[in-house]
C-alpha cells in the first residue's frame, strides 16, 4: 500500500501522528523507522500489551490495533482503512504482508454460558496466529485464532480463515478454499 495519492501535508501529519504514539505509549510501540499513522486510528496498547515492529509501518486512516497482548510486525507493512488487529494473547506479521480495507485479524473468541436462563460473556478464549511471509489480504477477510498462513499466500476479498493455510496458494471462500497454487 502506498500512499501516493495524499497530499504531502497528509504524510507530514501521519509522520507527526506516529512521533505522537511512540512517545505516548514509550517502550511499548517499538518502530524504528519514521513511520506514517493516517488519521482516526486507534492505537491501544494495554498494561501487559506491546506493539514491535522491525521496520517502518504504513497505517491508513481509521484502522484498530488493539494490543493486550503481543503484536509483532515485519517489514514493509501496510494495513488499509477501517480494518483492525486484536490481539489479546499474541499476533506475528512476517514481511511484506499488505492488508485490505475491512480486515479483521482476531487472536480470541468470546466466552459465554447459559447463567439462569441468561447469555453471560465471561472473558475470552485465546490462541496465537501466525502469518508468514509474502501475504496478501484481500478486503473484507476474516483471520481467526490459532492460524498460521504460510509464505507467499494470497487471500480473496470476503475469505473467512479458520484453519491453517499453507505456502504458496491463492484461497478464497467463506469458509476458505484453495483455488490455485502459486
Partial sequence: MRLIYKSWIYKVFAVCRYFVIKVYYRGKFQCPNLSMIGKNCGIHIFQKGEI?????????????????????IGERFGINQYSRIVAHEKIEIGDNVTIGQMVSILDHD?????????????????????????????????ILKGVTIGDNVVVGANTLVHKDVPSNVVIGGTPFKILKQI
Avoid at 52 to 72: N, P, S
Fill in 52 to 72: 514491535i515492529c522491525k521496520e517502518r509501518i504504513i497505517v491508513d486512516d481509521h484502522v484498530m490495533l488493539f494490543a493486550k497482548g503481543k503484536l509483532h
Fill in 110 to 142: 468470546h466466552r459465554y454460558e447459559k447463567r439462569a436462563g441468561q447469555l453471560t460473556l465471561d472473558g475470552y478464549t485465546t490462541s496465537p496466529i501466525k502469518l508468514g511471509n509474502n501475504i496478501w489480504i484481500g478486503d473484507k477477510c476474516t
